[in-house]
């Protein structure tokens, strides 16, 4: 059997790429939408990317008509993908930014006072006493993901009806930046007496202001720290090697001029998963999802030249996989309180009896739970110009998931 591989292809490219929106990522003057569970944000995995593909790719089953038998490709492909959102920090604005997300009041940002009623949030939950000032707390988030994707090709041949084999996989990191911004106008108020403390003397407000309450919580007395839901500073995942994929199948149509593909596409879950130590977590691959589906490629070359030097080809190439279910830990609200409800206090109890212990909801409500996705779609669309050796290659890229499925959720019944 003789190979035929063609020399190591290296294609750098640029690409800004959309990031997935969670569910109800909207606020009260918009319509509920379905996606992705609140409280988590799961990014478009890195290497769901037909656009890398399709460049890289393009020289295995795209070529010139005068190639026989086996042939093949290696390549890699560099992309750095970010956010370039608006900024959205009012409450009564509903935008699309990841700011949006519902992490409090259905928007990105949360107001903090007294209990009057007023404010999104009491700021005596959060460990600063009963307050008689008032602030806000605003989001306005940054994510960007770089890496490399390295392919390989194997056809049975470019022009006549034959099995093929893709693999690719992806080396990067991703980072997220929440930008957390907080008004120091809200100002600690020590606790009164009894409350914390089987003591007569009141106790100081372990959390001096509204930074120390979400990214760095202190305890005192029976208050205990918050430990899940912080909001953090700019964190970057390690370099890992996330969500490798590949695809068999079989050109039904193929000629010197175009060909058609079809084939079952896998993708096996490599990156890390969501812990809900913090709001926004650096989440490199699909969050443990197995995936399988179906996927299309094809090219027809359309314009040709008299004299063979200049051609224009339109190249396809499309799949769509169910993501299977993946274990992961995820905060929830109370049911019965809304949107942010799980930064409330909660009390343990022993029957009727005080057991000196009074924490966060989110510290209990941070729970293990199975989510799938109906189906994830990603396609390319490009049209591929040539001219003796120089080609220039513009296109489109779409990528999109269905609403999740949570199930098997453990119940928060018992631990509260």
């Known amino acids: 059997m003789n190979y035929n591989f063609k020399k190591f292809v290296s294609a750098a490219t640029l690409l800004c790429s959309a990031m997935a929106i969670a569910d109800n990522a909207s606020c009260s003057t918009c319509p509920k939408t379905c996606g992705q569970g609140q409280n988590l944000f799961q990014p478009h995995a890195f290497s769901a990317s037909m656009g890398r593909e399709v460049l890289v790719g393009k020289h295995a089953w795209a070529p010139s008509a005068d190639e026989e038998g086996w042939h093949g490709q290696v390549g890699v492909a560099?992309?750095?993908?970010?956010?370039?959102?608006?900024?959205?920090?009012?409450?009564?604005?509903?935008?699309?930014?990841?700011?949006?997300?519902?992490?409090?009041?259905?928007?990105?940002?949360?107001?903090?006072?007294?209990?009057?009623?007023?404010?999104?949030?009491?700021?005596?939950?959060?460990?600063?006493?009963?307050?008689?000032?008032?602030?806000?707390?605003?989001?306005?988030?940054?994510?960007?993901?770089?890496?490399?994707d390295f392919f390989l090709y194997v056809g049975a041949h470019k022009t006549e009806r034959g099995f093929f084999l893709k693999a690719h996989g992806p080396v990067g990191v991703i980072s997220i930046d929440p930008r957390y911004q907080f008004s120091k106008d809200v100002t600690p108020v020590a606790y009164p007496q009894g409350v914390l403390e089987n003591s007569t003397a009141t106790i100081a407000a372990p959390n001096a202001d509204l930074g120390a309450a979400f990214m760095n919580p202190k305890g005192t007395g029976f208050l205990k720290p918050m430990v899940k839901g912080l909001i953090n500073s700019k964190r970057t995942s390690s370099a890992k090697f996330g969500d490798p994929e590949f695809t068999v199948g079989y050109n039904v149509v193929a000629d010197e001029s175009k060909h058609l593909g079809i084939g079952l596409r896998f993708a096996a879950p490599t990156g890390n998963k969501a812990e809900a130590t913090y709001m926004l977590e650096p989440i490199f691959g699909r969050n443990g999802h197995w995936a399988a589906g179906g996927e299309i490629i094809g090219h027809w070359k359309c314009w040709e030249s008299e004299t063979d030097d200049k051609y224009l080809n339109i190249m396809l190439d499309g799949s769509a996989m169910h993501l299977f279910r993946s274990k992961h830990m995820r905060s929830f609200d109370l049911k019965q309180n809304g949107a942010g409800s799980k930064y409330l206090l909660l009390a343990k109890y022993s029957g009727t009896t005080f057991q000196n212990e009074i924490v966060n909801a989110v510290n209990i409500t941070t729970v293990g739970v199975e989510s799938s996705f109906a189906v994830e779609g990603n396609f390319a669309l490009a049209f591929d110009f040539h001219w003796n050796n120089w080609s220039m290659t513009l296109g489109y890229e779409g990528w999109g998931r269905y609403c999740e499925k949570k199930s098997n959720l453990i119940a928060l019944a018992q631990a509260l």
């Open 78 to 148: 560099g992309e750095y993908q970010r956010t370039f959102k608006k900024k959205c920090n009012e409450v009564s604005t509903c935008c699309d930014s990841l700011g949006s997300l519902p992490f409090w009041n259905e928007s990105n940002q949360m107001t903090v006072g007294d209990n009057s009623g007023k404010y999104n949030l009491d700021a005596y939950q959060i460990g600063m006493g009963p307050v008689a000032t008032n602030g806000t707390i605003s989001l306005s988030p940054v994510m960007y993901q770089a890496g490399a």
